[in-house]
């Protein structure tokens, strides 16, 4: 039987917090539990480049968020893990797919549409800021999804329509060659879950209300401490289903842990007990990654290897099927 393949690209945007493990890496490495499902998840590093330009902080970026997937447990022997500049053929996939996509569809994708909306608002050009990566960003990404005729891509839900993008563009081309020379892709969000930041808001960088996966045990112990609440005594019964801390909580732990402190909410807790509670929880589901984290960002050469590895992999099968689309629009 051939495998179904799951793809799906990372930004590297520096260490994740706890709302991209719950909402992201937790559930792709879960969904490769099924051994009917192969996992291609590539670091996007040229996406990066259409907003970040310091060269040492992007590099760096890049080698956390590798080796935060690895540490969470994505064992590069089983699953692909690459970096996109190491696969240069996505390049010219690129163009190829450009040539296919008409600028009516780039003008209605909703990031860009946000940027020329934000600079209509402040009275600007409405093209300031805005360079030719990031209004080609979906066919990149379209490429991305394409070269490796992927099943399913697991996303968050401001991603769909980058899904959809691409299959409309692989829909033109098939059309326009009377052949299924690509395969149409599924988008997977994940619905309902998200993780509330230490403000009650959804946990996002942009927020600043976000806790780094990886913080030391310490520091992520503190972080917890500084969860807003109100001034009940330890003594008032308290409901869970009106607690940040319990909702937090629930994305930890199992269903019997969390009868358990429900009952003890109930019957009053302290606010600080309940959040040892909470940081015990989420300790005790990240402690093995960080240290395994820690490790790997202090011999990157283990990093390396695993993306180097997963390059060496993906790029003959790109090369073929490069070669078969070449052929098919008359070039090379
Ligand atoms: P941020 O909002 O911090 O910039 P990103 O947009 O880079 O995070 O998110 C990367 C991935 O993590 C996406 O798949 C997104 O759905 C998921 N994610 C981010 N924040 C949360 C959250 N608070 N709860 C659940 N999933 C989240
Ligand atoms: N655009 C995605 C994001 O911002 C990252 C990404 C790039 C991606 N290429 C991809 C996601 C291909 C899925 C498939 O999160």
Not at 124 to 131: A, M, T, V
Not at 231 to 234: I, V
């Given at each position: 039987m051939t495998k179904k393949i799951s793809l799906t690209g990372i930004k590297p945007t520096g260490i994740p917090h706890f709302g991209n493990y719950i909402g992201a890496i937790r559930p792709a490495l879960k969904?490769?539990?099924?051994?009917s499902t192969e996992g291609i998840y590539f670091i996007a590093d040229y996406h990066s480049l259409t907003t970040m330009h310091d060269g040492k902080t992007l590099r760096e970026n890049s080698y956390e968020v590798a080796a935060s997937w690895l540490a969470c447990g994505l064992d590069p022997e089983k699953t692909t893990i690459y970096l996109q500049?190491?696969?240069?053929e996505v390049m010219e996939f690129n163009w190829i797919m450009a040539c296919f996509t008409s600028k009516g569809l780039m003008n209605r994708a909703h990031a860009y549409k946000a940027l020329v909306q934000r600079n209509e608002e402040a009275g600007?050009?409405?093209?300031?800021?805005?360079?030719m990566g990031i209004y080609t960003y979906p066919i990149l990404m379209a490429c991305d999804i394409l070269i490796h005729k992927s099943d399913y891509v697991p996303v968050g839900e401001d991603q769909l329509q980058h899904i959809e993008m691409a299959r409309d563009m692989a829909n033109v081309f098939n059309h326009t060659y009377k052949k299924e020379a690509f395969k149409l892709p599924e988008g997977i969000a994940q619905k309902g879950v998200l993780l509330p930041g230490l403000d009650g808001r959804k946990m996002s960088k942009s927020y600043n209300n976000h806790i780094p996966l990886f913080l030391p045990e310490k520091k992520l112990r503190k972080m917890v401490m500084k969860i807003q609440t109100d001034?009940?005594?330890?003594e008032t019964p308290k409901n869970p289903d009106d607690s940040l801390i319990f909702d937090l909580y629930k994305y930890f732990t199992t269903e019997q842990q969390q009868q358990e402190l429900a009952d003890w909410y109930r019957r009053g807790i302290g606010w600080g007990e309940a959040k040892q509670q909470l940081f015990e929880a989420m300790n005790a589901e990240i402690a093995p990654a960080r240290e395994r984290y820690n490790e790997l960002m202090a011999d990157k050469a283990q990093i390396d290897k695993a993306l180097q590895m997963g390059a060496e992999k993906v790029r003959p099968q790109i090369q073929e099927y490069l070669r078969e689309i070449k052929e098919l629009i008359g070039v090379g």
């Open positions: 969904m490769l539990e099924n051994s500049s190491q696969v240069p600007r050009d409405q093209d300031q800021g805005i360079n001034s009940q005594p330890p």
